[in-house]
């Protein structure tokens, strides 16, 4: 049964509007007020333990920046830790501080995601085989791929590969865009050298999956939708090797910063999965080759600069 066929299960609503939505806004309006009063009256001791640290200002900021930055990597498969991670460093925070708190906010998250994805009725990993087939290659050569990034960090220029990944990602999503109107053949072996340099970029470099992952299977005949929901659920498990290889390593999670990332990362994909939901097909493929097409020209923005 292919995602084209499935029905989404009805959503409840109170007055035409998305019972979650409303409970989404209560929720976000909450946390945002909380902090608020904590940043305007900070006489006022009632704020949790991993807000003071950071104070809640920053704290505020790091739960805002991953709302955001989680809610478009939701609904495009992409751009979580590539705008994520920038953004943190330039608050002040240290690399060794930020990249396991990423890794696990977007462990927990990619499960989430995957999860109301499946709800929503953006893919059917319980009955598409396709769908099924695809989550697994990603899934294996996200284990591999982690691996080999491991071993041969220290052997391959790092100038050279970011090069190659951009020349990837930008011509991904050129052929995206080319193809928005017609029905692509589904293609496996395509995904399995897009998934493997992927995940082996994500363990060598912290970034770069997404737009491979989903751009690749755009292009190999998969739906964006599904493609937007695989490349959740495949990315967590590649985040989950990468931040237990951080913890094997005495490498220890900043909770103060770890908390606000997850808290704000989770708050985002019940509306990122409801609003891919809503819109077209041909329009997610659309605005998935527009984003491959503008990371990899970041990509070599950053390259050359």
């Known amino acids: 049964m292919s995602i084209v066929d499935q029905k989404p299960k009805v959503l409840a609503t109170i007055g035409g509007i998305p019972l979650r939505l409303i409970v989404w806004m209560v929720g976000v309006s909450c946390v945002v007020a909380l902090l608020s009063i904590g940043l305007i009256w900070p006489e006022v001791q009632f704020a949790p333990w991993f807000v003071v640290p950071l104070g809640p200002g920053t704290t505020l900021f790091v739960f805002a920046a991953a709302l955001s930055c989680e809610y478009i990597d939701s609904t495009l498969g992409m751009g979580y830790g590539t705008t994520l991670t920038p953004l943190l460093l330039l608050a002040g925070f240290e690399p060794m501080q930020i990249v396991p708190a990423v890794l696990l906010s977007e462990f927990v998250t990619g499960l989430a995601a995957g999860v109301l994805h499946q709800r929503d009725g953006n893919v059917d990993f319980l009955r598409d085989r396709r769908v099924q087939r695809t989550a697994v290659q990603l899934s294996i050569l996200s284990v591999i791929g982690a691996l080999a990034g491991v071993a041969l960090a220290l052997q391959i220029s790092k100038y050279w590969l970011t090069a190659i990944i951009a020349t990837i990602v930008f011509s991904v999503g050129i052929l995206i865009l080319l193809t928005v109107r017609r029905q692509l053949r589904y293609r496996p072996g395509h995904i399995i050298a897009l998934g493997g340099i992927a995940a082996f970029n994500k363990a060598l470099s912290g970034g770069g999956y997404g737009p491979l992952v989903t751009g690749g299977q755009v292009v190999s005949?998969?739906?964006?939708?599904?493609?937007?929901?695989?490349?959740?659920?495949?990315?967590?498990?590649?985040?989950?090797i990468g931040l237990t290889a951080y913890l094997l390593a005495a490498q220890s999670l900043y909770w103060p910063l770890a908390v606000p990332l997850v808290g704000g990362a989770l708050l985002s994909v019940p509306v990122a999965t409801l609003t891919i939901r809503q819109i077209p097909e041909r329009f997610v493929r659309g605005s998935v080759g527009v984003a491959t097409c503008l990371l990899g020209l970041l990509m070599f923005v950053k390259l050359l600069a």
């Open 221 to 240: 005949g998969i739906s964006g939708k599904s493609a937007v929901a695989i490349t959740s659920l495949a990315e967590s498990l590649t985040c989950l």
